[in-house]
């Protein structure tokens, strides 16, 4: 069964930092997102993208985030100057041809 | 903005039972559903999706219900088995490509 693959399973990072977490998408996928979830709340979007470009971003997604494709496979999710209300795990997920996605089995991002 | 939430938070039902999970959510102008499982530790693995101009769809053992004049989704899981075991989200759609989730209610199978 294809999957949506993310390294690291868990980043730990100083505050200040910045961190690029990584995912590879279902390989015949044309739409990424990257999603996040802190801890006891809801899961949230962040952006999505689709050739080769941000296709919608959340309120959240501001100047501090960024995502690239950087070759064919891999999908990114860079934070900048990362900050302790950043913890979170981190979803991405991709799809094909239908509305609804294939997640990832997160990136647990922890800012000391 | 808008909001998706679960009326119970967990839920426990025996093996064999038949399970309940309910959703409000508040935009009218919603299209999409999707009901999400999330097991420990794995990220939210699809089940199930209807659109607004369906009241019911089934699949194997589930069944999403949306009633929209009260803006109400819920999925019903026939015959529970342990493995059902996990945090069920509701997700709703009516904007371009996100997806508002609820805040998830945890189901546990009681052998």
């Known amino acids: 069964e294809p999957e949506v693959t993310q390294t690291p399973s868990h980043q730990v990072t100083q505050m200040g930092q910045e961190v690029i977490l990584r995912c590879v998408p279902i390989?015949?996928?044309?739409?990424f997102y990257w999603y996040r979830q802190i801890l006891g709340q809801k899961v949230e979007f962040l952006v999505s993208?689709?050739?080769?470009?941000?296709?919608?971003k959340s309120e959240i997604f501001d100047d501090q985030f960024s995502v690239e494709r950087p070759d064919g496979s891999n999908f990114t999710l860079k934070i900048r100057s990362t900050k302790l209300e950043d913890s979170a795990m981190y979803f991405c997920?991709?799809?094909?041809?239908?509305?609804?996605?294939?997640f990832g089995q997160g990136t647990r991002l922890t800012v000391v | 903005g808008e909001s998706v939430g679960l009326h119970l938070p967990t839920l426990s039902v025996q093996e064999g039972d038949n399970s309940i999970i309910n959703c409000a959510y508040s935009n009218s102008a919603s299209d999409y559903f999707i009901w999400y499982k999330q097991e420990s530790g794995k990220g939210p693995q699809f089940i199930i999706d209807?659109?607004?101009?369906?009241d019911k769809r089934q699949g194997q053992r589930v069944t999403v219900l949306l009633n929209k004049t009260v803006k109400h989704l819920s999925l019903q899981i026939a015959a529970t088995q342990p493995g059902d075991s996990a945090v069920y989200f509701c997700?709703?759609?009516?904007?371009?490509?996100?997806?508002?989730f609820g805040t998830g209610t945890s189901l546990t199978v009681i052998p």
């Open positions: 997700a709703e759609n009516y904007t371009g490509n996100q997806f508002y």
């Open positions: 993208f689709y050739n080769n470009e941000i296709s919608e």
């Open positions: 997920a991709s799809s094909g041809d239908t509305r609804w996605a294939f």
């Open positions: 390989s015949n996928h044309l739409y």
């Open positions: 209807i659109r607004s101009n369906m």
